[in-house]
């Protein structure tokens, strides 16, 4: 949509093709519903936040920064806020306001948009002023229309929730015209973990703790935040950053976890407060002194797992048992053993190859005529909002190279006469 609302901005004549019934349905369920949209921190940050191929984002990100993707959209009539973290969304709290207001764009530059069109194929022919180099000259349906055009932008997604329309296809059309595909897994996705008790805990959520994964006696990740037990395991921020950050260790499971759930007391302030927590409750149980301590929901697992009798009364506790204690709330244990599919994964890693990609203007070095963006890149951000600047960036960039490559039209198939169909600049 971003793409193709810039290609028509200089007055081509431009077609969104859509397989799905409406638009922008990935869209609508980003962010829970309230679309994350982008981040509003410095420009030169946004690299920070790209996992992968950063250095190929340098034109897109200045040619369409993140301050102008909020320009646009306020200009396309879509209020916004910026909460924790920088994270932008819409002040109505809908996603479905941020594709209105890119449908608006759309309808503003002249874009026809065609639903329920499955495009099958991007087809290519050869041209003696390209120098006989295969070009675009237009797309396939998957009822066997054939249309014409000059370029073609494809922005077909990842391979992730595929209940969304981003089945993939723009992988295919890419090894179809000779580009490289590079190694897609998902990403920003839960992790299974091993022990049985997480069953237990699924749906509880941890604030300000700190979680840590190893990789042997290498730490490969360690952030503060939120996380939440699920049914097989682990998710929440903190876990979906874990899994971009630690995506190239997925071959290697089992991983070791840690929580940290105190991490503002070191081991010795923990035992102290234990201590205290213990005087205060003399005669008690165990399981019943450590209640102050942690959500009730994770009393009986935590208790389990320290080996001490639950049943033993706080002051019975030996100085060894408490420490050991104070240790396991410092490291609780959790075993990595995989992560979901593509089906949980905010986020496809891996993509169409970018070394065959100009990044100034996001079009093949294979095939003229053709350019890419969005996730269908080997390109992947980290939650916040990043993804879909890289989304509104590679868009931009790539519509408005097309449109302007259309107002130097030495280098396309011209020789239109005898073609069939309905014909498009892009
Ligand atoms: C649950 C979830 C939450 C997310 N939340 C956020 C967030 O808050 N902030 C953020 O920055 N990112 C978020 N993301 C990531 C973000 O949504 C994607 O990175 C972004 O949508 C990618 O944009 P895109 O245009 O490349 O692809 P998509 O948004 O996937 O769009 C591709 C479109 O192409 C269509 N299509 C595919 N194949 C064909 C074909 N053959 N013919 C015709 N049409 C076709 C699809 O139907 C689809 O509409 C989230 C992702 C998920 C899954």
């Known amino acids: 949509m971003m793409a193709a609302a810039h290609a ?15 638009l922008g349905k990935k869209i609508y369920i980003t962010g829970k519903g309230r679309c994350n949209l982008t981040n509003a921190c410095e420009t030169e940050d946004l690299f920070r936040h790209v996992l992968r191929n950063q250095k190929f984002l340098y034109s897109a990100f200045y040619h369409f920064t993140n301050l102008q993707a909020i320009g646009f959209f306020e200009s396309h009539g879509l209020a916004t806020k910026t909460e924790r973290g920088g994270r932008v969304f819409p002040v109505s709290g809908h996603s479905s306001d941020v594709i209105r207001a890119l449908q608006q764009a759309l309808q503003q530059a002249g874009v026809e948009v065609r639903l329920h069109t499955n495009v099958q194929e991007v087809l290519t022919g050869t041209a003696k002023a ?26 077909t997604g990842g391979c992730s929730y595929c209940s969304t329309g981003s089945t993939g296809d723009g992988y295919r059309f890419a090894r179809e015209l000779g580009h490289a595909v590079t190694e897609l897994r998902p990403s920003l996705v839960p992790f299974e973990t091993a022990e049985p008790w997480v069953k237990d805990l699924q749906g509880l959520s941890l604030k300000n703790v700190t979680v840590r994964i190893r990789h042997g006696s290498k730490t490969i990740y360690e952030d503060f935040g939120e996380m939440l037990f699920t049914h097989f395991g682990v998710s929440g921020p903190l876990v979906l950053s874990a899994s ?43 399981k019943n002194g450590v209640q102050k301590l ?33 240790k396991l709330m410092k490291a609780f244990p959790l075993t990595v053993i995989q992560f979901r599919g593509f089906q949980e994964a905010v986020i496809t890693r891996g993509g169409v190859s970018v070394k065959e990609i100009n990044p100034s203007t996001m079009e093949s070095r294979l095939v003229p005529g053709l350019y890419f963006s969005g996730e269908v890149l080997d390109l992947d951000a980290l939650t916040g909002g990043f993804n879909l600047q890289v989304a509104w960036s590679t868009g931009c960039l790539a519509g408005t190279s097309a449109s302007q490559k259309l107002e130097n039209p030495h280098c396309f198939v011209q020789n239109r006469s005898g073609r069939n169909g309905k014909e498009y600049g892009i």
């Open 8 to 22: 028509a901005s200089s007055g081509h004549k431009v077609l969104l093709l859509e397989k799905n019934e409406k």
């Open 130 to 155: 390209c120098g006989g180099e295969p070009h675009v000259t237009g797309v396939r349906l998957s009822d066997g229309t054939i249309l014409h055009a000059d370029a073609v932008i494809i922005a």
């Open 244 to 286: 971009g950050r630690i995506n190239d260790y997925m071959e290697q499971m089992p991983l070791q976890m840690e929580i940290d759930l105190k991490p503002a007391l070191s081991v010795e302030q923990l035992d102290k407060r234990i201590l205290r927590d213990f005087e205060d409750n003399r005669n008690r149980q165990f």
């Open 294 to 326: 942690f959500p009730s929901k994770l009393i009986p697992v935590i208790v389990a797992l320290s080996g001490i009798d639950p049943e033993k009364k706080v002051n019975e506790v030996t100085k060894e048992e408490r420490q050991s204690f104070a």
